[in-house]
């Protein structure tokens, strides 16, 4: 109150302030911040300890578009259209053999996949096309199809384009947010009934527990957040330091060509570098592809049976984010008198494995990096790192939900909540 000289603003205008006019400068003002704590020699923007985590949406939960449930619907009312289309050809056999198939083609009436848009023109086309006809008392069908056609398949369909749009490839959207993905909650784990609710993944960097670099995403999925985090970074990091949900080819591949030092686990690498003593899981892990050895002579696969695997092609792979990477496979010839067959596959023919020597190479660089001195106390930070942080906000700020929609406000109002943290622990 002192600071705005004893004046109480308005609850519209503080909310005016973090929803519009904070949002152009939001970027340039936590920039500002991280350099401040440079300046101070809080952070060296060096080891870069990244995480995410799901933060609840302002949307409503109850009032969600799901991406399956749409389709079903959408497939539902093209096939409507399309019984409704054929009943009015069958009335009117003496106009379509005027006009003559091309026509219905053209204007996606015997089309599966009709549009919106072209079944306007139909419409419009029939109505002009039959309008002596539609006058007479006994074409009642006809009209009463057309009229469906019309008061409800198109603008069912248009709606389900709408939504179509809406969702850009992701699940489901919250009909008050449509900006938020639903997402399943980390506090709703173990619930009897979890439910996904509309949120958003929102990414933290962070050194020392000072938030360096955020963004937040509608993907709920971490590893294809990450090169998007990154390159919205005004300066990037020397060492990335994550968790194995990171570990993809496509990440270690940007880390290597922005000459990043990766610290960045992968799903197997505990496995990798534990050393079990129950021999059941050492006798099951001998039979992962991974654990094959490799004949580079005869660019083959030596199973735990000493049996070969040989190549058979090649595939391609794209991401999310449209990544592409290729995968070897290689199938053994001698498996249905392997003794070893039921632990190894549960195909019944031979077993087939796929392999990327790219992402082999990869995760034996992280390995190595992982696993050095260095490796091991990054390793042991990380967990203090990311996490305390969000325990801060979530716990001690009781941030646990937006109060703002849209992803560019969600956006501003996650960057005050850093500006913020940021200043408290500063303040210590
Ligand atoms: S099932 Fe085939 S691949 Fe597996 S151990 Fe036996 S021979 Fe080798």
Known sequence: MWISGENTPDHRTINEFRGKRMQPVIAEVFHAVVEYLVAGNYVKLENYYVDGTKIEADGNKHKVVWAKRKERYEKAVKE?????LKQIEAENEAEEAEYGERDLEEMGG??????????????????ERLRDKLQKRENTSTRQALKKLESNCLPRLEKYEEQTKVLAGRNSYSKTDPDATCMRMKEDRGAERPWAKPAYNVQVGTEGQFIVGY????????????IEHLDGLKQLPKKVVAD???????????????ELENYVKYPTFYQDTHHYRNPEIIRKHQFRSDHFEYDPESDQFICPAKKRLSYLYTSKYKTANGYESERRH??????????LKPQCTKAKGNRRIQVSF????????ARENLT?????????KRSVEVETVFGHIKHNMSFRRFHLRDLKKVNTEWGLVSIAHNMRKLAG
Not at 80 to 84: A, G, I, P, Y
Not at 330 to 339: I, K, L, R, V
Request: proline content about 3%.
């Open 80 to 84: 409507q259209v399309n019984e409704l």
């Open 110 to 127: 015997r089309n599966e996949d009709v549009n919106g848009e072209q079944l306007k023109k139909k419409i419009a086309e029939l109505n």
């Open 215 to 226: 963004s937040v995403h509608n993907k709920s999925s971490d590893p294809i957040c990450l």
């Open 244 to 258: 194995a949900a990171y570990g993809s080819e496509e990440n270690y591949d940007y880390l290597q060509k922005h």
């Open 330 to 339: 290689y199938e053994c010839s001698e498996c249905q008198d392997c003794p």
């Open 358 to 365: 790219r992402l082999i190479e990869f995760r034996k660089q």
């Open 372 to 380: 050095s001195d260095l490796g091991k106390e990054l390793r042991a």
